[in-house]
Nanobody, 126 residues
Framework: VQLQASGGGSVQAGGSLRLSCAASGRTFSSYVMGWFRQAPGKEREFVAAIRWRGGSTHYADSVKGRFTTSRDNAENTVYLQMDSLKPEDTAVYYC????????????????????WGQGTLVTVSS
């Protein structure tokens, strides 16, 4: 089972980036896919989640209205579109997969997620 995150980079404040998370090795159709981030010296925090079946989403308050997560069933890939980026969005971003069924709003902690990608660095300069 592998989750391959990509798309990180450096951007100025106000800019946009799109992260991708390609899933392979198993069927994730019943899973919830999450995005987390970890800034230097801080704990890893929840960013967004999407239920693969149906496409429902949930976001952290800090990114709501600026970030959008989506999935492409044919490509087995999940995306995180990040707009209006701020310096405080600087972090390593991780995608993760959870088999847990339940409200997305409850799936905001790392312990629910079994599979993790390697992380991709996003740097936002002011």
């Amino acid at each position: 089972v592998q989750l391959q995150a990509s798309g990180g980079g450096s951007v100025q404040a106000g800019g946009s980036l799109r992260l991708s998370c390609a899933a392979s090795g198993r069927t994730f159709s019943s899973y919830v896919m999450g995005w987390f981030r970890q800034a230097p010296g801080k704990e890893r925090e929840f960013v967004a989640a999407i239920r693969w079946r149906g496409g429902s989403t949930h976001y952290a308050d800090s990114v709501k209205g600026r970030f959008t997560t989506s999935r492409d069933n044919a490509e087995n890939t999940v995306y995180l579109q990040m707009d209006s980026l701020k310096p405080e969005d600087t972090a390593v971003y991780y995608c993760a997969g959870s088999p847990t069924t339940g409200p997305l709003a409850t799936l905001t902690t790392r312990s629910f997620y079994d599979y993790w990608g390697q992380g991709t660095l996003v740097t936002v300069s002011s």
